[in-house]
């Protein structure tokens, strides 16, 4: 019986020291900003209110989104998100609050079948392959962007950089503990499907 406890004892204990190495990995990652020009930014979406106006959280992806588009990081914008409990279709709200900002509607991609971050790394590459896009930069909160890189270079997009907006909640915490297990529920995943291949866009 000693020995059984000893050994869940040691398992917690790696796994514990795991949980924090991994974390403050995903968080060095996710707070650097890797700011490159490409053929378009990613903006995964979140809590749409009800009476339709953004969440903070939301709302400070779209301005990161719109700071790098007036600096010329990119020409085109995809929005992502899909219906929310609260009844709207968070990619038609983000695009509405970007063309609110000035943002023509061409610049504007809209991905309403966004409903999880590996969809939209499905969505966008299929998007990418059908336009010529070959790079994307995400914008999202910091716990998230080591999983997004990831997913959209598992569908074949190579070029991926990332960069958060400066907003913070007691929240990111509990983010973190569920990145966690997301992020290796999604290698588990790749490890028992056939590897995947994918239409190279052309020049």
């Given at each position: 019986?000693?020995?059984?406890?000893?050994?869940?004892?040691s398992?917690?204990i790696l796994l514990?020291?795991?949980?924090v190495?991994?974390s403050?990995?995903?968080?060095?990652?996710g707070?650097?900003?890797?700011?490159?020009?490409?053929d378009?930014?990613?903006?995964?979406?979140?809590?749409?209110n009800p009476?339709?106006?953004l969440?903070a959280?939301l709302q400070?992806?779209?301005?990161?989104?719109?700071?790098?588009?007036?600096q010329?990081v990119?020409p085109?914008?995809l929005?992502?998100g899909?219906?929310?409990?609260?009844?709207?279709?968070?990619?038609?709200?983000?695009?509405?609050?970007l063309?609110a900002?000035g943002?023509?509607?061409?610049?504007i991609?809209?991905?309403n079948?966004g409903n999880?971050t590996?969809a939209?790394?499905?969505?966008?590459?299929?998007?990418?392959r059908?336009r010529?896009?070959r790079s994307?930069?995400?914008?999202?909160q910091f716990?998230h962007?080591s999983?997004?890189?990831?997913?959209?270079?598992?569908?074949?997009?190579?070029?991926?950089?990332?960069?958060?907006?400066?907003?913070?909640?007691w929240r990111?915490a509990y983010?973190?503990?569920?990145e966690f297990?997301?992020?290796?529920?999604?290698?588990?995943?790749?490890?028992q499907?056939?590897?995947a291949?994918?239409?190279?866009p052309a020049?």
């Open positions: 019986m000693l020995m059984v406890k000893r050994f869940v004892l398992g917690l514990g020291s795991w949980f190495l991994h403050a990995v995903v968080t060095a990652d707070l650097t900003d890797d700011v490159q020009p490409v378009c930014l990613v903006v995964l979406g979140n809590t749409v009476d339709g106006s969440s959280r400070a992806r779209l301005d990161k989104a719109l700071e790098l588009y007036h010329g990119s085109l914008i929005v992502s899909g219906l929310g409990q609260e009844g709207h279709y968070e990619a038609t709200v983000m695009q509405r609050y063309v900002q943002v023509p509607t061409h610049a991609l809209i991905d079948e999880n590996q939209t790394a499905r969505n966008y590459a299929r998007i990418a059908q010529h896009l994307a930069l995400v914008v999202s716990f962007l999983r997004t890189k990831r997913l959209l270079r598992g569908q074949g997009i190579t070029v991926v950089y990332a960069a958060h907006p400066s907003y913070y909640e990111d983010a973190l503990t569920r297990f997301a992020y290796y529920a999604y290698l588990l995943s790749q490890s499907d056939p590897p291949t994918h239409d190279s020049a």
